[in-house]
Every structure is written in C-alpha cells, then in structure tokens.
C-alpha cells in the first residue's frame, strides 16, 4: 500500500486542541488494521536488514505505530513519557511545543550505552520533542539511527531541529 492511500485516510480537525491548529488525526489509520499494518509496514521495513536494538517511542500516539515496529524488528521498546507516569529512576528533558510547553521522561535504564535505537512518534510538527527525546537517548549513550515520523508537517520546518539524524516521513502535508 502507498503512503499517498494512508495520507488520504488522515482526519484534519480544525482549532485542536487550540484555535489555530490544524491537528491531523491518525485514529482512522489505527481503526482500520490494512491501514495500521501498513503505516507499519513503511516505518519498520527499511530496519530489516540494519540492526537496531530498541525502538524508542513518544507518548502517546507513538506508542502504537512504535509498538508495531517493534514488533516486526524483534527488538525491544523505550518508552518516553510525560512527567509523573514512570515509576523508575528517569532523566528529562524539556522543550516548546507548537502549542505550548513540554517535558517528557524516560528510565534511565530505558537504554543501555551503544544501543542502537530508531525513534519512532506519529507526526513531526515543529521538531522539538523529537530533538528533545534524541537528545535523551544520547545522554543514555545510545545512538539514534534514525528518527522516523507517520507524517511530517513540512510547512513547519521541523527538520530544522533534527539535522543531526537521519529523519524519514512516508506522508508529507
Ligand atoms: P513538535 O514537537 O512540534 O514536532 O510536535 C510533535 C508532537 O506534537 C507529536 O507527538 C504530535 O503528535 C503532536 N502534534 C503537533 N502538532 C500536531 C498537529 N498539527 N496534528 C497532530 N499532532 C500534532
């Protein structure tokens, strides 16, 4: 299946969660399991023969193409969470959003030094969380191989921010 056939299945809802914000909706992707596996399918296929050890994935919406990826590339998973929801030892970072303000979390065992690691979230926007989360991942001394988006906002410039890793989006608006 195509990225342009995912891309038409994408929801645009107007001024959420603020006035302004044209937010892109992934939930009819997740609804329909030829769509998630091939949303899938394009984030995970080009690690098949690269050895990658863990996926590190945003909450929340990156927990579930992250948790596919996973999955097919039989490596394990990092999880990085909003504040207050990791019950471990964890290190953070913060950053500006396109609407607001955020700092994420993640285990300071979530990845161990040398480990290869993909980032994997749902929609790149203006770059901070991403640029943030690798950032995290490099602290842990691990090395992100690449981070990868469903869709990438382009009119945004959220590459900008992520110049220092490969960056790769199937659904560009
Ligand atoms: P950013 O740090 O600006 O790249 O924001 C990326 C994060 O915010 C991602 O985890 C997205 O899920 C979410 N996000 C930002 N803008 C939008 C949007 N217009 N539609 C859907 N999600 C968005």
Do not use: N
Not at 7 to 33: E, Q
Not at 56 to 69: H, K, L, Q, S
């Amino acid at each position: 299946m195509k990225a342009e056939t995912i891309k038409r299945a994408i929801r645009d809802v107007p001024d959420f969660p603020k006035p302004g914000i044209l937010f892109k909706d992934i939930t009819p992707i997740l609804s329909d399991p030829k769509l998630f596996r091939a949303a899938v399918d394009l984030l995970a296929d080009r690690h098949l023969k690269g050895r990658i050890d863990k996926v590190a994935m945003i909450e929340a919406r990156g927990f579930t193409f992250g948790t596919g990826v996973a999955l097919k590339l039989g490596c394990g998973i990092a999880l990085i969470r909003k504040p207050g929801k990791l019950p471990g030892r964890t290190i953070s970072a913060s950053y500006e959003l396109e609407y607001g303000s955020a700092t994420l979390h993640t285990h300071t065992d979530a990845i161990l030094p040398g480990e290869r690691v993909l980032l994997v979230d749902d929609l790149l926007a203006t770059g901070g969380t991403a640029a943030a989360t690798a950032g995290l991942i490099e602290q842990l001394g691990g090395t992100v191989v690449e981070i990868e988006f469903l869709i990438e906002l382009a009119f945004l410039k959220g590459r900008a921010k992520l110049t220092r890793w490969p960056v790769y989006a199937p659904v560009v608006f």
